[in-house]
């Protein structure tokens, strides 16, 4: 069993940065790939970016690739989401969520945090 806890979203003018992080309890986040989510007011949740274990293997979306960076500590039993030049657009509920496999797929993902607020003026 994990469980996540995020924080560092806000508001953020459009250009900007903010660094989300994901804090999990229990002795077994090294075992687990990484994702982090978002889900827009009225849009499915969609991935952003993951990571392997060992931070080995990276993935992101096309819309954040180039701006946003997913990196873990295991020491830490955290994950971060560095997100650059922000777009109105990347407005949204951002979430990070644990998982046996390294997969873009919401529904492969086991746990869950309650989500963060990120919203981007323009």
């Known amino acids: 069993q994990v469980q996540l806890v995020e924080s560092g979203g806000g508001l953020v003018q459009a250009g900007g940065s903010l660094r989300l992080s994901c804090a999990a309890s229990?002795?077994?986040?090294?075992?687990?790939?990484m994702g982090w989510f978002r889900q827009a007011p009225g849009k499915e949740r969609e991935f952003v970016a993951d990571i392997s274990r060992r931070g080995i293997v990276t993935e992101y979306s096309d819309s954040v690739k180039g701006r946003f960076t997913i990196s873990r500590d295991d020491d830490k039993n955290s994950v971060y989401l560095q997100m650059n030049n922000l777009k109105p657009e990347d407005t949204a509920v951002y979430y990070c969520?644990?998982?046996?496999?390294?997969?873009?797929?919401?529904?492969?993902?086991?746990?869950w945090g309650q989500g963060t607020q990120v919203t981007v003026s323009s």
């Open positions: 969520a644990a998982a046996d496999r390294l997969t873009r797929v919401v529904s492969f993902y086991d746990y």
């Open positions: 229990g002795r077994t986040f090294s075992r687990y790939n």
